[in-house]
């Protein structure tokens, strides 16, 4: 049986193509190789470890316990008049899902050097399915804030949940931290497949980034002079949004969400173009 | 005359050595760690040297569907580099590469496979990263298992696997790839000979099933059996094309011709003498890296900045790593008398088994190693003759092949045997 050679089917290969071009018909094609990669993932961590599945839940909780300790009864920090425990998981369900993903994907061409450098598919699929993964995650982590917002509502605490807004903009501020944490996390994968310690400098940025970020503290608590903070880092508004619509109190202004987006938008964009470029030769390198 | 279904129009690639290094404290710090081992006599990797690589150059050929072409030439000269173009992992500096039909490549078997995954899902893992579609997959999953020969281990984890087991699954997998476009970079090389010939059958078939193979091989036997067609590189340009035959009459002749340079070769920079040259031979009209076992042959190691209590080492590896031998200069009465001279170090039988052998070779100053050249030749040692009639290797491998003769002693008066 000839295989037809399709005539209307041709691929030049040559330098200098278009950085900004997403190849999203690439993307498309190799939609298999996504959910492969994804369940792959999946099936390797039920597998290799004792507590895999349930480490998706301890992780946040645990967290939960102790910043509810360190934080609120012996630094005394405030949680906006909402329980603690509430106040701290929200923050933490949402910063992890953007922790997890930006470390993750910002060693993508360094892990996966045996793979890229040996058969050629769209190289975003990895970095792709790593959020895809690290959504599911979220998606367990979410759930589980949510039975413990209904715990704390049958038990009378008081603070205004907005289910329906809830439903309608949490994909919107999941897009927007996916597009972030994947933006930084791809510009970074550029940079450590080169210089390979940069690893370790991306692990304690964040660590300090968290601190820069309301997480532990309502944004209500920084001081005049400091506000500038919530225009510069773009995960501060995602975060006060998220405990906005979940548990009803924020204190980020319209403007301050517009320039995380902004700011999200243009990230993303260097993000893609950096990594698009990168992705074409690096393989030289290693 | 069909469209061509790849076309190469004046293809290059250049690598820029050492240039992405940036030099920083640490790397000083670290050269000057690196020189003070050399005084204490450790062996280091070799440094690496700045500049530019052409690994291809204005390279210019076409093939037609169908058509299975074999690429060969030595080390360095480039095969590798056309086979990432081709299969896209790396970009070219300039030129053009036409690709008119799906290319699946195998540059490595097993690529993407995870030890504690079973069998079965990384038959589907590996398959959709080599392009398969799920439904593909499912369709040959019998037949892979069945060509891999694992049907029983099929949903055990791959770490459990034997070598062999993995690389027949790997194999299996590549082989009913449906491409239009086949790439093979030197994967048969693996696994036994019962494996290789079921390997090479396999791709006959699909040769014959009108898919278009691009096969690269430093088996030139392989190539003159499989491929209508062939390509010679050497330093990333072509210098034949044509039957198989003539294009591997090509490059041996060309071996013959060239002397290894020993300016490539020399990635370590030490201090001490130099080899600038290295001459084999067995006698007038050797074609130089092709050598008979039995007959005699010279090594001769031409060397600068010699200094009296200097010595060469030289190490024999076969295909396999294993060190067959190591002959040292030092073992013997020499006086180095002059700084330029030439070292050779004479065998009165070369004792190697047929097969293919590394040769390295450490100088030392006063029994301190000061520079090492890890791969200064490879040779090819075939069967020699005794009494005129070629001796057959029965392809058992064997390290070396001992001086010896075979007598008979009858134990009982002669009669007609029954035969």
Redesign the interface.
Known sequence: ???A???L???????D?SWLNPDIRGLIEYR??LV?LVR?DF??KF??TVLGPAWYLLQPLLTTVVFTIVFNQVARLPTDGLPPTLFYLGGITIWNFFLQNLNSTSNTLLNNE????????PRLIVPLAITCNHLVTFAIQLTTLIVFIIFFKLRGSHFDAHPIAALLLTPCLLAQTAALSLALGLSLSCFTV?YRDLTQLVGFLLQIWMYATPVIYPASRFPEHLRWIMYLNPVGPIVENFRGLFLGVSSVTPLQTVTSVALTSVLFLIGLALFRRTE??F???I | M??P?IEVNDLSKR?RLGV?NARSAKEDFESFLRRLKLRAGYKEPPVRKTGDLWALRNLNFTVN?GEVIGIIGGNGAGKSTLL????????????????????G?L??VG??F?P??TGR?NI??NA????M??EATRRCFGDIVEFAEVEEFIDTPVRRYSSGMRVRLAFAVAAFL?P?ILIVDEVLAVGDESFQRKCIGKMSDVAK???TILFVSHDLAAVQHLCERAIGLRKGQMFAEGKPAHVIGEYLAALERDKSTLDEVDEYSGQGPRIVSLAISQGPGTVENLLMAGRPAHFAFELRGSVPTAGLTLEIYNDSGVLVSRLSSRNSELEVLSSELVLTCVMEQLLLAPGRYRLAVGVYVHDAQQRYYENIATIEVKSGTSNNRLLESDGAPALVELPHAWEAEHLCPQESIPV
């Not at chain 1, 089917?9 to 330098?15: L, W």
């Not at chain 2, 896209?88 to 799906?102: M, Y």
């Open positions: 049986m000839e295989p050679t399709n005539s089917y041709e691929i030049r290969i040559r330098p193509q298999d190789l492969m792959r099936v390797l597998k290799q045996s793979l890229y450098g040996k058969v050629y598919f080169k074409r030769t393989v030289d390198l | 069909s469209t279904i690598y992405f569907p990432k173009i081709l299969s896209r992992i790396t970009e070219p500096t300039s030129g053009e590469a036409i690709l008119r039909g799906r290319v490549s540059l490595e690529t993407g995870h504690d995954l899902e589907f893992l959709t990263i080599l392009g579609r799920k449906e239009e099933h009108g898919r």
